[in-house]
């Protein structure tokens, strides 16, 4: 049985930060080692929000801020899957929760392509930043042959309904896209009266 009261309090701690108007560096650099906390137990996420599907990955919403300065995901990978090359527009963590993803950061060069960098594993606890000033624009992978991995985003907007873009990775070419989320019904973080004894 798992226990949404981890997720509750990242929620309250990190729209504690949000609420305090800092630059980004500064709100990454507060969020991050709450992230690495979360990620470091895996008992919380509710298993319906951790299901892969066969053919393609997943992206649960965990919680939107109701003024859409914050949202949090899990990503849920199967065997294969991976994204296309892609960015954010705004900041974003990565924690990985279960599993290991490859990630690989690309740069545009004067001619408008794309390099791209060498890959980078990331396993189980790990954190990573993205974002248009740090670096905006990657592709991520399961890095499991034969398993599920599961990574948990916080983003500086309501994910889902950012304008964002897709790239081919030789031309430099954007497609515009929005990427919405995979669930119809977020978890219920808010009902307490079971750890109050109702």
């Known amino acids: 049985m798992t226990s949404v009261r981890r997720l509750r309090d990242f929620v309250v701690e990190t729209t504690q930060i949000i609420d305090r108007g800092q630059d980004e560096a500064a709100t990454l650099a507060d ?3 709450r992230l690495d906390e979360l990620v470091a137990h895996d008992d ?3 298993d319906e929000y951790a299901a892969a ?3 393609f990955y997943r992206q649960y919403l965990l919680h939107a801020d109701p003024l859409e300065r914050l949202s949090i995901v899990s990503f849920v990978w199967g065997p294969g899957q991976k994204t296309p ?3 954010h527009r705004v900041w974003g963590l990565v924690g990985l929760l279960r599993g290991a993803e490859r990630s690989i950061d690309y740069r545009r060069t004067a001619d408008g392509k794309l390099t791209a960098d060498a890959p980078r594993l990331l396993e189980q606890g790990s954190v ?3 974002s248009p000033r740090i670096g905006d624009i ?3 992978s399961n890095a499991r042959p034969d398993g599920v991995s599961i990574s ?3 983003y500086g907007g309501n994910i889902g309904a950012v304008r964002r873009a897709t790239f081919d990775p030789a031309t430099g070419v954007e497609k515009a896209f929005v990427s919405g989320y995979s669930n119809g019904a977020t978890p219920n973080l808010w009902d ?4 109050l004894g109702s």
């Open 31 to 33: 969020i991050l080692p």
């Open 128 to 130: 990573v930043a993205v």
């Open 152 to 154: 948990i985003h916080v």
């Open 138 to 140: 990657h592709e991520i």
């Open 85 to 87: 090359v892609h960015d």
């Open 192 to 195: 307490r009266s079971r750890e």
């Open 53 to 55: 599907d066969p053919q």
């Open 44 to 46: 919380w996420l509710p």
